[in-house]
């Protein structure tokens, strides 16, 4: 192997595990994980203490969007915090926010502040106060005031906005979002930094991030949801609705590779386009599912850890980790939380496992397939609603058949596709997901619906008015382990309780025993989008739901059972088209989804234009989630950063094969025309095996010269292409994409066919192992 390489495995196998302290008590016993979990993040309890009691009340009637903050309020706040962050090593603070670039944003600012103070008559005066100045003192103080804990203003003309802002009223604001709390992280030398989990809307309050249409939505989902519940939940006349708030819950399954860092530095194209644009598969690779699951290796282990330790601090709740299919593939998931925060908490935890594996000499790949032919990632995105008295909504009970309120929320969710499943595709659609979706390892572009062989009986029945099959006895909900008759059962094994569904890995959006999960996600995207499409096209559908049941019940105060029912077998009919149980991943599906008029859209340019059809659009307005300009805007970010995903690609692949695989080439190429010339004057051999081996070569050479003069060419055109962003994403998708296929399956070859000695960058075999 070349000497790069050489060095970087060798240094990676010398390397020593690093170790980090564990938080233990003086006398060494550890502490709990619950112990120390969410320390570094400053609790409304804190708040509470904080400010005097009415103040405090109006402090959460803010939170709850019923009030503006005062100024003294927000003082108050500030000052409590910044004590609490600086006495925690904290120099700075910044607001912390989601700009449409798919990552998080900060500005920090210290809290040193100059106080100047001047002296006259023998006597201290404010500046400014009196005209006899004898001398100006300048004092360094610490300060944090209420307006800047509540707004900042950063230059916001480099953000994406998508024409919305034009640079001359380049105005953009972060505000404080109250309802996820203020943390502090780790800075350099001891230091640590205040974060304000903030929104960023226009100087004309157009949300330009990706947490205010997500707020936006679980408002909305809030709204339409109590309002079906306190529907068809009487309570006597006079009393309060039962129901006074509903949110919606998410527990993101965070998919990641990681590779060894001194052998990612060696490929360009994972550092600047997070996947390898070249690369053959390895002889053994995943066939054997030995990966998954199987043990964590040591350095992997160590890193999880100390991600964890840092995130249990942050509060966030993460709880499983396991190896997944692929080699160096792994996955991270937290307990569940009201969804907004379990977005900004699933951003955080991308942060620091990065920033981790960065102290571990190691790289996460975030990237939904970093590598062809090996499995991709997702980020699982499981999703429910909730009450504020903590019931799950989608929680089937044991008798799913007569749980009027579970089956009117699952008819919606069903709904919800079916009008909205072209506005989820686009919600997943990005140049790296692409690579995944529909690659017969993850779910299809197709959004269809599974939801297991209980449910659809359960659905079935009532659709055709019969009795249900005997799905809901106790029995058949536990498993028997170790036999199917009393007197081979394992004596010794307990009995386990069976989920009402069983497994359908291939779909995009399944039903699994009490919540959906969005599986199409991709890994490295925010999950805000997903669910904030996901939460308006159920609100809308919900209020649909409701507006038959009104329908239906005509002049009664409440919906009758039989009225429910009525209205349930109504949307199950409507909705049947997506509800697929089968496998998703083949032909017969993609033919069966065209018959039922489902859409599949096969590109991201195409799956963006969604965005501005008006079956979609005119919800999302409606519902007051985007206007119409947010959505022209976000439109051309996503047709914008698909071009220049492309466009980056492209032209890393372009210089890579044009700098280092053709001379790795030419040189081995020339090793083998000296031999053959000196094996020809010396051995008088006319038809050496290097002669072969040199005839084998050179059309591939030359084939690749060609690939890359087309490619160039391509990129070139597509410069040409003008400045419609929509032609721009259409042309890269139509020709840039082939283009670089094509270039990428010469280079490929000529990686089996290179000695292994000039081969200048890590093989998929050396990266996929360490
Ligand atoms: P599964 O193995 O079926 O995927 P897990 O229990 O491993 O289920 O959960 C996967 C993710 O789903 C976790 O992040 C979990 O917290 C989350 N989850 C569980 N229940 C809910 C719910 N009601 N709403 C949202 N997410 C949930
Ligand atoms: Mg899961």
């Known amino acids: 192997a070349n000497q790069a390489r050489v060095d970087s495995i060798q240094d990676n196998i010398n390397r020593v595990t690093r170790s980090i302290k564990y938080p233990c008590k003086p006398d060494g016993k550890p502490v709990y994980t619950s112990e120390f979990f969410g320390e570094n993040v ?5 708040i509470a203490k904080a400010l005097p009691k009415p103040a405090y009340a109006s402090f959460l009637k803010q939170m709850r969007g019923r009030q503006a903050l005062d100024k003294g309020t927000a003082d108050a706040i500030a000052h409590a915090v910044r004590i609490w962050a600086m006495d925690r090593g904290a120099t700075h603070f910044t607001h912390w926010f989601q700009p449409q670039t798919g990552t998080t944003a900060e500005k920090h600012d210290a809290f040193l502040s100059l106080k100047s103070s001047f002296s006259a008559n023998g006597e201290e005066h404010e500046a400014g106060t009196t005209p006899e100045v004898e001398s100006i003192q300048v004092t360094a103080i610490d300060a944090f005031s209420g307006t800047q804990l509540l707004q900042a203003e950063p230059d916001a003309s480099s953000f994406p906005s998508g024409g919305m802002r034009t640079t001359f009223e380049a105005r953009g604001y972060t505000v404080w979002d109250t309802t996820s709390p203020m943390f502090i992280q780790e800075g350099p030398h001891g230091t640590s930094v205040l974060y304000i989990p903030s929104v960023f809307i226009s100087y004309n309050g157009d949300a330009l991030d990706e947490k205010t249409v997500l707020l936006r939505s679980t ?13 068809i939940d009487p309570v006597p006349v006079g009393a309060q609705p039962r129901t006074s708030h509903v949110f919606t819950t998410l527990g993101t399954e965070q998919e990641y590779f990681l590779v060894d860092r001194s052998l990612y530095a060696l490929r360009p194209d994972l550092k600047h386009t997070g996947r390898t644009l070249v690369g053959n598969l390895p002889p053994k690779h995943q066939q054997m599912d030995d990966h998954y699951f199987g043990r964590i290796p040591s350095k992997v282990l160590a890193t999880m850890s100390e991600a964890e330790l840092e995130l249990f601090r942050l509060g966030v709740p993460v709880k499983t980790r396991h190896n997944e299919v692929a080699p ?6 937290p307990i569940f939380e009201e969804a907004s925060l379990a977005v900004d908490h699933n951003l955080l935890t991308m942060d620091v496992l990065s920033k981790v594996a960065h102290k571990n000499k190691l790289k996460v790949l975030y990237h939904e397939k970093p590598f062809k032919g090996v499995n991709g ?17 989608l929680d089937p009970t044991v008798k799913p058949e007569t749980n009027y309120r579970f089956l009117l929320c699952l008819v919606a969710i069903l709904h919800a596709v079916q009008q909205h499943g072209g506005l989820l595709r686009t919600s997943i659609a990005s140049s790296s997901n692409e690579h995944r979706l529909g690659a017969c390892e993850a779910p299809p572009m197709i959004v269809s619906v599974f939801l297991g062989e209980h449910l659809t009986e359960v659905l079935n029945s009532i659709e055709e008015s019969r009795p249900i099959k005997n799905f809901s006895v106790p029995e058949i909900q536990t498993i028997r382990l170790g036999g199917t008759t009393l007197d081979v059962q394992v004596a010794s094994l307990p009995t386990i309780s069976r989920d009402l569904t069983d497994r359908n890995r291939t779909s ?3 039903f699994t025993g009490n919540k959906f999960e969005f599986r199409a996600v991709g890994s490295k995207q925010s999950p805000a989008f997903p669910v904030t499409i996901l939460n308006a096209a159920v609100a809308s559908a919900l209020q649909d739901v409701t507006e038959a049941l009104r329908t239906q019940m005509g002049d009664k105060p409440y919906p009758s059972d039989a009225d429910k029912v ?3 077998k109504q949307f199950i009919a409507s909705t049947k088209a997506v509800r697929f149980e089968g496998d998703g991943y083949s032909d017969a599906w993609i033919e069966e989804a065209e018959k039922r008029g489902l859409p599949n859209i096969k590109t991201s340019p195409e799956a963006f234009e969604q965005l501005l059809n008006p079956v979609h659009s005119d919800m999302l307005t409606k519902l007051g989630i985007f206007t119409q300009s947010e959505l022209q805007s976000r439109h051309l970010i996503l047709q914008e950063r698909y071009s220049k995903d492309l466009l980056v690609e492209a032209t890393t692949l372009s210089t890579l094969l ?3 695989i053709l001379p790795a080439a030419f040189e081995y190429r020339g090793s083998l025309a000296q031999t053959v010339q000196v094996l020809k004057t010396i051995e008088g051999e006319e038809a050496s095996p290097e002669l072969a081996a040199l005839q084998a070569l050179t059309p591939v050479v030359k084939d690749l010269q060609a690939a890359i003069a087309q490619l160039d060419d391509t990129v070139h055109k597509m410069h040409l292409v003008g400045d419609d962003p929509v032609e721009e994403a259409k042309f890269a ?11 990428r399956a010469v280079a490929d070859k000529l990686e089996v066919l290179t000695a292994d000695k000039y081969y200048p960058i890590p093989h998929y075999s050396e990266l996929l192992w360490f």
């Open 328 to 333: 160096q593939q792994f996955e991270l998931a």
């Open 658 to 660: 044009a700098s280092q």
């Open 508 to 510: 995009p959006f399944a």
């Open 566 to 568: 009525a209205v349930i």
């Open 733 to 743: 998708c139509a020709n840039v994409l082939p283009a670089m296929n094509n270039a």
């Open 42 to 46: 400053f609790h409304l309890q804190q």
């Open 377 to 393: 990632s997702g980020k699982h995105c499981n999703w429910s609603m909730s009450t504020d008295r903590g019931e799950n909504l």
């Open 219 to 231: 408002a909305q989902i809030a709204k339409s949801a109590t309002e079906l519940l306190n529907l």
